[in-house]
T-cell receptor, first 111, second 117 residues
Framework: SQQGEEDPQALSIQEGENATMNCSYK?????LQWYRQNSGRGLVHLIL?????REKHSGRLRVTLDTSKKSSSLLITASRAADTASYFC???????????FGQGTRLTINP | GAVVSQHPSWVICKSGTSVKIECRSL??????MFWYRQFPKQSLMLMAT?????????EQGVEKDKFLINHASLTLSTLTVTSAHPEDSSFYIC?????????????FGQGTRLTVV
């Protein structure tokens, strides 16, 4: 069963604005990952944040992790039309265990 | 990073027939692979964990006799949808873990879009 919950489920903003997506989970984790999926396509790995990290940056992406609240956020700054996609968080207990995906946020960037 | 190749990328089949989807780890060995299913506008739901040389572990509610998994080698896992029905139409994605940069990461295939008519 999915343990991650993401909000909002859908987000529509203007190009150039920042987009923030949130993810909550229920159990302890080794790390948390964010993925992007364009419509009908496979997953693209965006960023991984370990349980002992609080914030991580990669280009226009900023991810935070609050293990006490069991939540994470993904911020995309200066959004572009090409950022339009669904974004999923996935929790990882490490080792050979499965990733558990959140429900996802459908992001639409309007030109 | 490591590469996971999935084939076919799309398939259309008639109701009642069986369809086989392959998942290969191209440059690493994977003792464990994962099969996910994704319905339109929904998230990825884990179906089963494929274990090399042993039986797959199915998630609750997934029919093991309908979704046959074979992990006969360290680089190949197959998912066979038997007696497919229109409700099996979905996007199927496999995943395998590999060590990169000292960290075990998950890598995903491109996905297979199955349409049962």
């Amino acid at each position: 069963s999915q343990q991650g919950e993401e909000d909002p489920q859908a987000l529509s903003i203007q190009e150039g604005e920042n987009a923030t997506m949130n993810c909550s989970y229920k159990t302890s984790i080794n790390n948390l990952q964010w993925y992007r999926q364009n419509s009908g396509r496979g997953l693209v790995h965006l960023i991984l944040i370990r349980s002992n990290e609080r914030e991580k940056h990669s280009g226009r992406l900023r991810v935070t992790l609050d293990t006490s609240k069991k939540s994470s956020s993904l911020l995309i700054t200066a959004s572009r039309a090409a950022d339009t996609a669904s974004y999923f968080c996935a929790t990882d207990k490490g080792g050979a265990q499965k990733l558990v995906f959140g429900q996802g946020t459908r992001l639409t960037i309007n030109p | 990073g490591a590469v996971v190749s999935q084939h076919p990328s799309w398939v259309i089949c008639k109701s009642g027939t069986s369809v086989k989807i392959e998942c290969r780890s191209l440059d690493f060995q994977a003792t464990t692979m994962f099969w996910y299913r994704q319905f339109p506008k929904q998230s990825l739901m884990l179906m089963a964990t494929s274990n090399e040389g042993s039986k797959a572990t199915y998630e609750q509610g997934v029919e093991k006799d309908k979704f046959l998994i074979n992990h006969a080698s360290l680089t190949l896992s197959t998912l066979t949808v038997t007696s497919a029905h229109p409700e099996d139409s979905s996007f199927y994605i496999c995943s395998a873990r590999a060590m990169t940069g000292g960290l075990v990461e998950a890598f995903f295939g491109q996905g297979t879009r199955l349409t049962v008519v």
